[in-house]
């Protein structure tokens, strides 16, 4: 009988005792990862952790039983379950239950570390996955379809977005009506419009919009005591004076009318400045004093246009007979 000296192989075959050995002799050199629960090897680090985390989760949340490899991961996981955020952004009234979370915030969103230009067109985006997304704007492939009626999407998001508004059932409904809306916003904008009753607080400086007079005036004391290298107008953040010297604040015109079109919002209008014109611009219009938001957005009536070639039209019934023929629709 032929017996390995480094493992419990036996055999009473020479041939396949010479055979085994020689699996010995080509691991002498190589390190190898052995799991210290089971025993099992691994040729690599990475192969002996994602088995480890895989199989070994010995760390449970009693709260939720969700269970972790280590625990360290699990005291993360925990605050998660608490009712307070202690971690509170010096620049918006965000809160987070880990002060990593914050800084990615604060990182991200105020500070702009990760923003990405793309290559096409050099607009700027806060991550890759937002840049990732707005790359498909690029193409003419629209592969997301809906299912109900055909018309189909450059992305996922945008499909989900025409789910809800055109096929999901009704999700809100008026406390001072008989009107439902799909969308959240169209029922604040119809409240304010039809029953003057107001549900946006417009900053005066910035125009971001809350859905409370208490916010709104915690986001206005933000504007008069801004923090070091951080704009009282934009409430842009930097982290040199260069940068903040050079930044792009917000200026203010009467509307958002360029090229005989109104881009209704500030977003759309600095973004056609830019790649039509090659003009940066960060232009807002200031309320209207004595009218709501959804009362001033409802003088404006909507362009019908076709996303596709951009052609307008009187109503949307002769929009979407276009559409058709314009290969938008499929029928």
């Given at each position: 009988?032929?017996?390995?000296?480094?493992?419990?192989?036996?055999?009473?075959?020479?041939?396949?005792?010479?055979?085994?050995?020689?699996?010995?002799?080509?691991?002498?050199?190589?390190?190898?990862?052995?799991?210290?629960?089971?025993?099992?090897?691994?040729?690599?680090?990475?192969?002996?952790?994602?088995?480890?985390?895989a199989t070994h989760r010995d760390h449970m949340c009693d709260t939720c039983g969700l269970a972790f490899d280590t625990k360290f991961v699990l005291e993360m996981h925990r605050k998660r379950h608490e009712t307070v955020r202690p971690y509170k952004c010096e620049y918006c009234p965000q809160e987070y239950y880990t002060k990593a979370e914050k800084l990615v915030h604060i990182r991200r969103l105020h500070l702009k570390v990760f923003e990405v230009?793309?290559?096409?067109?050099?607009?700027?985006?806060?991550?890759?996955?937002?840049?990732?997304?707005?790359?498909k704007t690029h193409t003419n492939q629209r592969t997301h379809t809906c299912n109900v009626c055909g018309f189909s999407f450059k992305s996922h998001t945008h499909l989900n977005r025409h789910m809800k508004e055109l096929h999901q059932g009704v999700?809100?409904?008026?406390?001072?009506?008989?009107?439902?809306?799909?969308?959240?916003?169209?029922?604040?904008?119809?409240?304010?419009?039809?029953?003057?009753?107001?549900?946006?607080f417009?900053?005066?400086?910035?125009?971001?919009?809350?859905?409370?007079?208490?916010?709104?005036?915690?986001?206005?004391?933000?504007h008069a005591n801004p923090k070091e290298l951080q704009c009282g107008v934009c409430l842009g953040a930097y982290t040199t004076k260069e940068q903040f010297d050079e930044h792009l604040?917000?200026?203010?015109?009467?509307?958002?009318?360029?090229?005989?079109?109104?881009?209704?919002?500030?977003?759309f209008y600095n973004k056609h400045m830019f790649l039509v014109h090659g003009e940066q611009a960060n232009v807002r219009v200031k309320p209207v004093n004595g009218l709501l938001l959804?009362?001033?957005?409802?003088?404006?009536?909507?362009?019908?246009r076709c996303p596709k070639c951009e052609q307008e039209f009187p109503t949307r019934q002769q929009k979407k007979n276009h559409m058709v023929s314009c290969g938008v629709l499929t029928h």
């Open positions: 009988m032929h017996r390995c000296q480094h493992c419990s192989f036996t055999t009473s075959f020479l041939k396949s005792f010479q055979q085994h050995a020689k699996t010995h002799e080509s691991r002498k050199g190589t390190r190898h990862h052995a799991c210290k629960r089971c025993n099992e090897e691994f040729s690599t680090k990475r192969d002996y952790l994602h088995h480890k985390r230009s793309c290559t096409e067109c050099a607009l700027t985006f806060p991550t890759k996955q937002t840049l990732a997304q707005h790359m999700l809100y409904e008026c406390e001072h009506c008989s009107s439902t809306y799909r969308r959240k916003d169209k029922l604040r904008m119809h409240v304010e419009k039809m029953h003057n009753i107001q549900t946006y417009v900053c005066d400086i910035c125009l971001h919009s809350y859905d409370s007079d208490e916010k709104l005036q915690e986001h206005r004391t933000r604040c917000i200026t203010y015109r009467e509307n958002y009318i360029c090229c005989d079109r109104d881009f209704k919002y500030h977003f959804g009362q001033y957005r409802a003088k404006r009536k909507q362009a019908e």
